[in-house]
C-alpha cells in the first residue's frame, strides 16, 4: 500500500487528540505516513486509556509519536511542546498540517431558574479555548520556521455557529470566532505556502457532543433530516481533513466545508 506521507519526516500537530474527532484524525493521518504530535487535556483516571490508543497507532502505522496531557492556551506549555517537536524535526523535518479539534467550553443557560446561568467569563473561557489558540498556535509555529512550504491549518466548527441552541451561545459565538480566524489565517499567511480551512461536521456522537444538554434531540433531528439517516462519524471527518492534507487539494483555502452527508440540505 502506498502511504501518503511515507518517509518524509512531515508532522501533524493535533490540538485535541484524546478523542472524537481528533483521536480519529490521528488515526488516518498515521495510517498514511504522518509523524504525530498529539496534545490533550485529561483526568488521570482517563490517561492510560489514552495512551493505549496512541501506542496501538505506534503498533499499527510505525509512525513516530509524541503526547502532552497539557493546556494548550499557556504559552510556556506551547513552548516545551513545540521545543521538543522540533528536537525530533531535526534538520529536513516540517508541520505538513495543525488540526484544532479543541472541544473545551461552557455549556449554560442564558437563564435557568437553578441558578447556573452563562456568565461573561464563560465566554472568554471558551473564546480562549476553541477560537483564540488556534491563531496562537499558528503563529508560535510559524515564528519557528517549521512549517513545511505547503502547510495545512485545519479546525472544526458545527451547525451551531449559525443556528441557535439552547446551552450553546458560548461554544457558538467561538465557532464564529473561530471560522473568521481562519479565513484571516489564510489570507494572511498565503504568501507562505499555508493553506486555512475549516470542517463544518454533521452530528457527530462524540464526547463533546454527549455534554450537550438536550443532545438526544439533536441526534434524533439529525438523523431524520439527513439523507442517508445517520450520524457523521469521526472516521467521516478524519477522511476529509486527510482530503485537505493532499497535493490535490492545495488550492482550497479561505472555506468552511460541511462534512455531514448532506444533513444540511433539509
Known sequence: ????????????????????????????????????????????????????EFESIISACKVKLLHFNMDVVKPENR??????????????????CLVHSIAKGNLKPMVSDEGRELQNDDFHITLENMAFSLYDWTKHV???????????????????????WRNYAAVSAAKVALESISRNIALEFAPHGIKSNCIEAGITDTASFRMIPGNEKLREYAIKRNPFK???????????????????????????????????LS
Open 1 to 52: 500500500m502506498v502511504r501518503e506521507f511515507e518517509d518524509k519526516n512531515e508532522w501533524a500537530i493535533i490540538l485535541g487528540a484524546s478523542s472524537g474527532l481528533g483521536l480519529a484524525t490521528a488515526k488516518k493521518l498515521a495510517k498514511e505516513g504522518l509523524n504525530l504530535c498529539l496534545v490533550y487535556r485529561a483526568r488521570r483516571s482517563d490517561v492510560l486509556a489514552i495512551e493505549s
Open 79 to 96: 513552548e516545551i511542546i513545540l521545543g521538543e517537536l522540533e528536537q525530533n524535526l531535526k534538520e529536513s523535518g516540517k508541520v505538513k
Open 142 to 164: 510559524f515564528s519557528k520556521n517549521i512549517f513545511s512550504e505547503d502547510a495545512r491549518i485545519i479546525s472544526f466548527t458545527s451547525e451551531g455557529n449559525k443556528k441557535a
Open 230 to 264: 445517520r450520524l457523521t462519524t469521526p472516521e467521516d471527518v478524519a477522511n476529509v481533513v486527510y482530503l485537505l492534507t493532499k497535493e490535490e487539494s492545495k488550492w482550497i483555502t479561505g472555506v468552511t466545508l460541511p462534512v455531514n452527508g448532506g444533513e444540511h
